[in-house]
């Protein structure tokens, strides 16, 4: 029988976000950045998907993978664009370019920090937003993208 290729969520991170699990565990908790990774491909595989996870302190190449995710057909992106939240709007022009569903994942709760974290450019164009829940807001972004996904076929 012919078997059919996973489909894929890209998940992306932005600058700083090397640093999990080793400054601010306050803030950002005690995971690193592999084990979100790890978290990341468990959550897939229980939906049936393949994962790309990958970090970058680079604006351009957060523009550059989210193009690349939409010429690949992915079946959504989960992003944590940190620093360039409230400032990129480079990133959310890429958003607002591609058809794929995007996720906004903040690992702390921006809206109870500093008022310069408040304003997101990216969540214009995002299909959702999770912020608050530690590192699990990235399985709760690829447990959505999976239920939008199946609602989409019935
Ligand atoms: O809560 C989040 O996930 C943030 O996107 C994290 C960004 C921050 O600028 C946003 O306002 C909220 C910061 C990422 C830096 O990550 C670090 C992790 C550990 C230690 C130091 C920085």
């Given amino acids: 029988m012919a078997r059919t290729m996973a489909k894929t969520?890209?998940?992306?991170?932005?600058?700083?976000?090397?640093l999990l699990g080793t400054r601010e565990p306050e803030v950002y908790g005690r995971a690193t950045l592999a084990d979100v990774e790890t978290l990341c491909r468990e959550a897939a595989d229980r939906h049936g998907y393949a994962i790309v996870f990958r970090q970058?302190?680079?604006e351009g190449e957060l523009v550059d993978w989210i193009q690349e995710a939409a010429?690949?057909?992915a079946a959504g992106i989960v992003i944590n664009p940190?620093?360039?939240t409230t400032?990129?709007?480079?990133?959310l022009d890429a958003i607002l370019a591609v058809k794929v569903p995007v996720i906004e994942v903040h690992i702390s709760n921006i809206h109870a920090r500093e008022e310069f974290r408040h304003r997101s450019y990216v969540s214009r164009g995002a299909r959702a937003v999770i912020c608050g829940f530690g590192v699990a807001?990235?399985?709760?972004a690829i447990e959505?993208?999976?239920k939008l996904a199946a609602s989409?076929?019935?």
């Fill in 137 to 140: 807001g990235y399985a709760l």
């Fill in 9 to 18: 969520i890209h998940i992306l991170n932005g600058p700083n976000l090397n």
């Fill in 87 to 91: 400032t990129s709007i480079a990133i």
């Fill in 82 to 84: 940190a620093g360039y």
């Fill in 152 to 154: 989409s076929k019935s």
């Fill in 144 to 146: 959505g993208l999976a």
């Fill in 56 to 58: 970058t302190n680079r």
């Fill in 71 to 73: 010429t690949g057909n």
